[in-house]
């Protein structure tokens, strides 16, 4: 830093940074970023807005919050947020704690990435399958990424680079995926496309191969979990007639017989193998019953709990690795946290199987928002939403069918975001409040499955009259009058956290260094204390196994969410007589130059990975359309226009539009912006899995 400005920016030597980290200077200064409070002055979405004064902002947002709570009830104040700040105090925890202090809101459950997996791990493990360190892939023998593409998708560092020393030590590694990606480019020694939505029947066959073949660990199945009879008749037919064969998941899956055959033979044998169930794969209908599924087959092969395999379930994207003892964040110290609207209102079903949240039957679900906007009460939602507060959260641009998010937006009497860039979902703002990065603030963070603590020193004060988010809830709580809010200052609450951290407290160097390694001796394994020889500890399930089969969900009884996995067919499938009129399926991956709408419009990043629609060449040819071309994605909940790139690497019969574009419709409703929201469809899957990759579509060339 110099003279108050960041110069340059490097890295760690060992958690490097991605590119997306790298070009975040150009994202701190970027001359399209909100630095003062903003007001509406267009038409909701039109994007024009007028700098307002901190006075003006405050006593209006505070003034709608009392309007709203007085003449509709609390519960009609809605709060959305979602990955923009994942940190101890910055976070939209700061927010619920202000408006319980008013009375109480009515907040979401569920999350974008991996509602599915955590379903899956909470179901079959008791617990969040978070995954064994990322150091420890250099112990496995076969590793199957399964939709997975670490290279681009970076979640925690390093990850490609442990697959290339595992890859150098002799592992095989294999990639299961409609796309030929990155990974798959430069580490994986085979490619198996498959169909989208498809992959659990390839599980149920590789089940069967191993069944057959009586290559499954029966010990580890024996004193480690229940149910595997239960799963065992499904596989082999003998529940349902229908034998999950070699040949009835090939003319399912696309996937050779051979080829099936041949992996669950190597899966079942080579160890210790890790299979990594991919996220994106959980986001498809049903998609709960692939981790299951994968949970199921890891049991099988006795790679739960030991060095060099995988439990499956949330471990691609790592939870909070449980050797992080950082306390309850800020917020949820601050006097009367609670949110009264929650307190009275009972358990939702399925609540303790859900992710972010709670249980309360006041939350919906983030992906029924829209809806319950637009038909609250009268459509059986619990709460008729008349205001909406957004932070670290593009939800517009983020969740499903923008085109009827759009509209509930319109339909809202006021709204209110914090924000950095006037987002798609800014553009519906009433007033903006410019919030500071990381850079222009203090923290702290931890690695996820990655064992470091961070110290997010600020680097730069806040840009323009930008304010940290405590800042931001400070204002506002002096304006509604809840005048005890939090008496600390940032410096106060992050001393708490650090010295109420028995890895932290006393380490003075914390703060300067930026960085606090945590040594566990060796990579660390998940569930290794519940599969030991001697004196195992019970898994957190009722009955203290892995549950192949549960009976909380036999006694739920609901067909969509079956004891044991199964396979089940998505909506939109290829058997859907919708292919007639949308004959691709559509799958939205994440890209090297955003975090989700992260970095959309930093110039470095847009040169180096511009937005397409990526299709295969027959697909191409069978519609005249060339490399480069514009064309036009489409079904009945929308249409986005994007120039196209013909490669081979896509399976035919998929396309992939990268989630994240911002949404910029014209005067038509086509989305210029090439935002493949507008395609998918609003909904969960029973088990509450996102569904952003099942979706049925056309793509034409625009002349
Ligand atoms: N079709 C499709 N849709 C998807 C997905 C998909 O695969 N396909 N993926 C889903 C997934 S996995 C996820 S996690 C969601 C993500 O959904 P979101 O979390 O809503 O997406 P982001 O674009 O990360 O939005 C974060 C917002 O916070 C702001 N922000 C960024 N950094 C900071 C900061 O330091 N401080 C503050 N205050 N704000 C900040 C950004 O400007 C941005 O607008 O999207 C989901 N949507
Ligand atoms: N660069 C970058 N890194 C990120 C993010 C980002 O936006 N950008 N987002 C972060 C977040 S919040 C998350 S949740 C993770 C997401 O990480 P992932 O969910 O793993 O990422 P995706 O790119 O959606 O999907 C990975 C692969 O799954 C494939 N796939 C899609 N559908 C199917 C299917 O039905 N079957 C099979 N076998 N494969 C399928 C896609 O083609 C893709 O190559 O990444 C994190 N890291
Ligand atoms: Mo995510």
């Given at each position: 830093?110099?003279?108050?400005?960041?110069?340059?920016?490097?890295?760690?030597?060992?958690?490097?940074?991605?590119?997306?980290?790298?070009?975040?200077?150009?994202?701190?200064?970027?001359?399209?970023?909100?630095?003062?409070?903003?007001?509406?002055?267009?038409?909701?979405?039109?994007?024009?807005?007028?700098?307002?004064?901190?006075?003006?902002?405050?006593?209006?947002?505070?003034?709608?919050?009392?309007?709203?709570?007085?003449?509709?009830?609390?519960?009609?104040?809605?709060?959305?947020?979602?990955?923009?700040?994942?940190?101890?105090?910055?976070?939209?925890?700061?927010?619920?704690?202000?408006?319980?202090?008013?009375?109480?809101?009515?907040?979401?459950?569920?999350?974008?990435?991996?509602?599915?997996?955590?379903?899956?791990?909470?179901?079959?493990?008791?617990?969040?399958?978070?995954?064994?360190?990322?150091?420890?892939?250099?112990?496995?023998?076969?590793?199957?990424?399964?939709?997975?593409?670490?290279?681009?998708?970076?979640?925690?560092?390093?990850?490609?680079?442990?697959?290339?020393?595992?890859?150098?030590?002799?592992?095989?590694?294999?990639?299961?995926?409609?796309?030929?990606?990155?990974?798959?480019?430069?580490?994986?020694?085979?490619?198996?496309?498959?169909?989208?939505?498809?992959?659990?029947?390839?599980?149920?066959?590789m089940a069967y191969v191993i069944i057959k073949d009586?290559i499954y660990?029966?010990?580890?199945?024996?004193?480690?979990?229940?149910?595997?009879?239960?799963?065992?008749?499904?596989?082999?037919?003998?529940?349902?007639?229908?034998?999950?064969?070699?040949?009835?998941?090939?003319?399912?899956?696309?996937?050779?017989?051979?080829?099936?055959?041949?992996?669950a033979?190597?899966y079942a044998?080579?160890?210790?193998?890790?299979?990594?169930?991919?996220?994106?794969?959980?986001?498809?209908?049903?998609?709960?019953?692939?981790?299951?599924?994968?949970?199921?087959?890891?049991?099988m092969t006795?790679?739960?709990?030991?060095?060099?395999?995988?439990?499956?379930?949330?471990?691609?994207?790592?939870?909070?690795?449980?050797?992080?003892?950082?306390?309850?964040?800020?917020?949820?110290?601050?006097?009367?946290?609670?949110?009264?609207?929650?307190?009275?209102?009972?358990?939702?079903?399925?609540?303790?199987?859900?992710?972010?949240?709670?249980?309360?039957?006041?939350?919906?679900?983030?992906?029924?928002?829209?809806?319950?906007?637009?038909?609250?009460?009268?459509?059986?939602?619990?709460?008729?939403?008349?205001?909406?507060?957004?932070?670290?959260?593009?939800?517009?641009?983020?969740?499903?069918?923008?085109?009827?998010?759009?509209?509930?937006?319109?339909?809202?009497?006021?709204?209110?975001?914090?924000?950095?860039?006037?987002?798609?979902?800014?553009?519906?703002?009433?007033?903006?409040?410019?919030?500071?990065?990381?850079?222009?603030?203090?923290?702290?963070?931890?690695?996820?499955?990655?064992?470091?603590?961070?110290?997010?020193?600020?680097?730069?004060?806040?840009?323009?009259?930008?304010?940290?988010?405590?800042?931001?809830?400070?204002?506002?709580?002096?304006?509604?009058?809840?005048?005890?809010?939090?008496?600390?200052?940032?410096?106060?609450?992050?001393?708490?956290?650090?010295?109420?951290?028995?890895?932290?407290?006393?380490?003075?160097?914390?703060?300067?260094?930026?960085?606090?390694?945590?040594?566990?001796?060796?990579?660390?394994?998940?569930?290794?204390?519940?599969?030991?020889?001697?004196?195992?500890?019970?898994?957190?399930?009722?009955?203290?196994?892995?549950?192949?089969?549960?009976?909380?969900?036999?006694?739920?009884?609901?067909?969509?969410?079956?004891?044991?996995?199964?396979?089940?067919?998505?909506?939109?499938?290829?058997?859907?007589?919708?292919?007639?009129?949308?004959?691709?399926?559509?799958?939205?991956?994440?890209?090297?130059?955003?975090?989700?709408?992260?970095?959309?419009?930093?110039?470095?990043?847009?040169?180096?990975?511009?937005?397409?629609?990526?299709?295969?060449?027959?697909?191409?040819?069978?519609?005249?359309?060339?490399?480069?071309?514009?064309?036009?994605?489409?079904?009945?909940?929308?249409?986005?226009?994007?120039?196209?790139?013909?490669?081979?690497?896509?399976?035919?019969?998929?396309?992939?539009?990268?989630?994240?574009?911002?949404?910029?419709?014209?005067?038509?409703?086509?989305?210029?912006?090439?935002?493949?929201?507008?395609?998918?469809?609003?909904?969960?899957?029973?088990?509450?899995?996102?569904?952003?990759?099942?979706?049925?579509?056309?793509?034409?060339?625009?002349?």
């Amino acid at each position: 830093v110099e003279n108050g400005v960041a110069r340059r920016l490097e890295t760690d030597s060992q958690y490097r940074a991605c590119v997306r980290g790298r070009a975040y200077r150009q994202r701190l200064y970027a001359t399209d970023r909100v630095i003062y409070p903003l007001k509406r002055t267009g038409e909701r979405g039109s994007g024009q807005f007028e700098r307002i004064t901190w006075d003006e902002a405050f006593d209006t947002v505070a003034a709608q919050l009392k309007r709203v709570r007085d003449q509709y009830g609390p519960e009609s104040l809605a709060l959305i947020s979602s990955g923009g700040d994942i940190v101890h105090l910055h976070s939209a925890a700061l927010v619920e704690t202000l408006l319980s202090r008013i009375g109480g809101f009515t907040g979401t459950w569920g999350m974008h990435s991996a509602e599915g997996a955590w379903f899956a791990s909470m179901v079959t493990y008791g617990d969040l399958a978070s995954g064994n360190s990322r150091e420890d892939l250099m112990n496995s023998a076969l590793i199957i990424l399964w939709g997975w593409n670490p290279a681009v998708t970076i979640a925690y560092a390093n990850t490609a680079w442990h697959i290339k020393r595992a890859k150098e030590a002799g592992a095989r590694v294999i990639s299961i995926d409609p796309r030929h990606t990155s990974t798959t480019a430069t580490l994986a020694d085979q490619w198996i496309p498959i169909r989208p939505g498809t992959d659990t029947a390839m599980m149920m066959a590789m089940a069967y191969v191993i069944i057959k073949d009586d290559i499954y660990d029966r010990e580890f199945i024996t004193r480690h979990t229940i149910g595997f009879k239960q799963f065992e008749d499904y596989v082999m037919g003998i529940e349902d007639g229908v034998p999950k064969t070699l040949a009835w998941a090939e003319a399912i899956t696309g996937v050779p017989a051979e080829t099936i055959a041949t992996l669950a033979r190597d899966y079942a044998r080579v160890k210790p193998a890790a299979l990594m169930d991919g996220l994106a794969v959980g986001r498809t209908a049903y998609g709960e019953q692939f981790h299951r599924a994968a949970a199921t087959l890891s049991a099988m092969t006795g790679n739960v709990g030991n060095s060099g395999g995988n439990a499956a379930g949330y471990s691609t994207i790592g939870g909070r690795g449980p050797f992080f003892n950082l306390g309850p964040r800020p917020a949820s110290r601050m006097k009367n946290s609670v949110n009264p609207v929650e307190v009275k209102a009972g358990r939702r079903p399925l609540g303790e199987f859900a992710s972010l949240g709670g249980p309360s039957s006041a939350r919906l679900s983030r992906f029924h928002l829209a809806d319950a906007i637009l038909n609250g009460k009268r459509g059986g939602y619990p709460s008729d939403i008349k205001l909406l507060y957004v932070m670290t959260c593009n939800y517009l641009n983020q969740c499903s069918d923008i085109n009827r998010i759009a509209q509930a937006l319109e339909s809202l009497e006021f709204i209110v975001v914090h924000e950095q860039f006037i987002t798609s979902t800014a553009r519906y703002a009433d007033i903006i409040f410019p919030a500071a990065t990381y850079m222009e603030r203090n923290d702290v963070c931890t690695g996820g499955i990655a064992p470091f603590y961070g110290f997010q020193n600020k680097v730069v004060e806040p840009l323009g009259e930008s304010k940290s988010h405590y800042d931001i809830c400070r204002g506002l709580a002096e304006r509604l009058g809840v005048s005890d809010y939090s008496p600390n200052s940032e410096a106060e609450w992050l001393n708490e956290v650090v010295n109420g951290c028995p890895d932290l407290a006393g380490k003075v160097d914390f703060k300067k260094e930026g960085i606090h390694r945590l040594d566990l001796g060796r990579p660390f394994v998940l569930f290794k204390n519940n599969v030991e020889r001697q004196s195992p500890e019970k898994f957190g399930t009722p009955s203290g196994k892995i549950e192949i089969y549960s009976q909380r969900l036999a006694d739920i009884g609901n067909p969509e969410l079956p004891p044991i996995p199964k396979y089940i067919e998505t909506w939109e499938s290829l058997n859907d007589p919708l292919i007639r009129k949308y004959p691709l399926q559509l799958v939205t991956s994440h890209t090297t130059r955003r975090s989700h709408s992260t970095f959309e419009t930093l110039p470095w990043l847009s040169e180096l990975y511009p937005q397409n629609v990526f299709m295969n060449e027959v697909d191409a040819k069978a519609r005249g359309i060339r490399n480069g071309d514009l064309v036009r994605v489409y079904n009945d909940r929308g249409e986005l226009a994007s120039p196209v790139c013909i490669t081979n690497r896509m399976m035919p019969g998929v396309v992939d539009v990268p989630e994240g574009s911002w949404y910029k419709p014209d005067r038509n409703g086509l989305d210029r912006g090439g935002n493949p929201n507008v395609l998918s469809k609003a909904c969960i899957s029973p088990g509450g899995a996102f569904p952003s990759n099942t979706a049925l579509v056309q793509v034409e060339k625009i002349e």
